[in-house]
């Protein structure tokens, strides 16, 4: 808003920094940024306006700032409104959320400018996937630049050093098993699928955002130390690629409360918590495959077939659009009358947006059949909640790996992904569910990760350092 671009007079007023937030587009990157805002100026008494791309894609993201808000009103915020452009003509099919990173990488060289001016920021913190275009601009207005990676810092290593990878293979090969040097081989099947076309919009931004990181001033990953050593250690040690700026581990970023939807909200989402509340401790399995991806209708048929074999009591957050704004479909119209009726009381499907995080903390919850994405996976680790993991898309093969070696959960590396033709059986999730629902070894290695996690984050932990290091640099800057 122009109230909060002219109003600097407040900044500083602490001694603390001023930090301008830049996430990009959908949950998997705001969830995180919300956190870190709240962390910085509840935790270390910064100002923080947070920089919101008009209009949002999905009304969860919507919802999500206006609770932001609501529960901290000191906290600024900054609008931009994008300059649009055509993407179906250009980038026809492509997904909507890559699209909207477009929309922002081309409106940021024009738009960030006076508004990072207008604010008196000490400090700009961009989403990774606007690093290559926000960064000169900061530079210009000689305000430093951190980057903030929102996945898994094993997948952040992959990213640092994919651009080395391409340069080595030369252009016309395909993308091969990547050996990232100090962490290890990410094999070909696990690298993203848009990263084997170099075409596709996505590829073009991640590479270019890969090339962008050693011109940062620092970079922030919602990771710790503790769940990927190796990769955690390899980004800081300079073995990734030569030149990084200094690495910040803060992970994984709590959740905030406060944000939680409103209550008419949450009565119109149904009785998800009131059902939770009734079943017994650790008996339920929830389901889950994050805010971004609808699973193929066949795929869907499959799921719910094994969950009804499986015995155990689910919830089941189905999607039946990308984006949500476009889902009116009824949920009896996508699994039918007949199943919903058989699980009647023992599963609850819903197709509203659940508080994931409050589920991952309920007791009644025992496991977590996830597409990992990386939000999704901190969120299980902070609660120590066992994963089986079901990588969909993008970066969440990298991240169940992350899962298996830390030992939050199992990955059933044979199950198909997009792209693949494979539906995964109902006989199959069913073994798998029951098998991890008997493993009392899973849930105890999970509730290891959780303490370590728990250690991390708490005054003196590694992540907490880290963040209070990276707030001492936004200072010395000033
Ligand atoms: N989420 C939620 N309720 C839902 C679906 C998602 O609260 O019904 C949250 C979830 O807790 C996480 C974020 O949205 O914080 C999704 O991010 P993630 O990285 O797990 O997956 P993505 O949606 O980006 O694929
Ligand atoms: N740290 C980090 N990345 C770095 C350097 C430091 O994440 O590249 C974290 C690390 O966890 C360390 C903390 O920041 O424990 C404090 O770092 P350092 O002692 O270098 O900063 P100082 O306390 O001297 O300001």
Redesign the pocket.
């Known amino acids: 808003s122009s109230s909060a671009l002219s109003s600097t007079s407040s900044h500083g007023s602490r001694g603390a920094p001023h930090i301008i937030l830049l996430p990009s587009a ?4 705001l ?2 940024f919300t956190r870190l805002a709240v962390a910085l100026f509840a935790g270390h008494g910064c100002d923080i306006s947070l920089v919101t791309a008009l209009p949002t894609v999905s009304s ?1 993201e919507s919802s999500h700032i206006a609770a932001l808000y609501a529960a901290f009103p000191a906290i600024r915020q900054l609008d931009l409104r994008l300059v649009p452009f055509d993407a179906s003509s250009e980038f026809p099919g492509a997904d909507p959320f890559y699209v909207r990173y477009e929309a922002l990488r081309r409106s940021a060289p024009l738009l960030l400018g006076p508004l990072l001016a207008g604010a008196g920021a000490s400090a700009l913190v961009a989403d990774i996937a606007l690093a290559s275009v926000a960064i000169p601009v900061a530079r210009e207005l000689h305000v430093p630049c951190f980057v903030f990676f ?2 898994s810092a094993t997948m952040f290593s992959f990213k640092a050093y994919f651009p080395t990878y391409l340069d080595a293979v030369g252009a016309g090969h395909g993308v091969g098993d990547v050996d990232v040097p100090g962490v290890y081989r990410i094999p070909s099947s696990s690298v993203p699928q848009a990263l084997h076309d170099p075409d596709n919009i996505f590829t073009r931004q991640f590479v270019a955002n890969g090339r962008a990181l050693v011109t940062a001033d620092g970079l922030l990953v919602n990771a710790f130390h503790a769940m990927e050593p190796e990769a955690v250690e390899a980004l800081q040690g300079g073995s990734v690629v030569s030149g990084l700026p200094l690495v910040f581990a803060v992970g994984p970023l709590m ?1 905030v409360n406060d944000l939680r939807e409103t209550r008419e909200a949450a009565q119109e989402q149904g009785d998800y918590r009131a059902w939770l509340d009734e079943q017994p401790p650790r008996s339920v399995v929830y389901v ?6 609808a699973l193929p209708k066949d795929q869907i048929n499959e799921l719910a077939a094994g969950l009804e074999a499986c015995g155990h009591r689910f919830l089941w ?1 189905v999607k039946g659009a990308v984006v949500d704004r476009d889902d009116a479909g009824e949920l009896s119209e996508l699994l039918g009358e007949g199943f919903l009726r058989r699980v009647q009381g023992r599963g609850l499907v819903t197709k ?6 409050e589920v ?1 903390r309920h007791p009644a919850v025992a496991l977590f059949i ?8 901190t ?1 299980s680790a902070s609660n120590g909640v066992p994963v089986l993991a079901w990588p969909r ?2 970066d ?1 093969r990298v991240n169940a790996r992350v899962v298996a070696r830390a030992g939050l959960g199992v990955w059933a590396e044979q199950w198909s992904w997009e792209g693949e033709e494979a539906v995964v059986r109902a006989e199959e999730i069913a073994e798998l569910v029951m098998d991890a629902m008997g493993d009392d070894g899973m849930a105890e290695k999970a509730a290891n990760v959780r303490e370590a996690a728990s250690r991390a984050v708490a005054d003196g932990g590694t992540s907490y350092r880290s963040l209070a290091a990276f707030v001492r640099r936004c200072t010395a800057w000033r």
């Open positions: 959908g949950m998997g990157h969830v995180p969860a929102t996945a959740p889950s495959f994050g805010s971004r991806k957050v509203s947006w659940v508080e994931q995080e991952l996830s597409h990992c994405g990386w939000n999704s996976v969120e898309f993008a969440q």
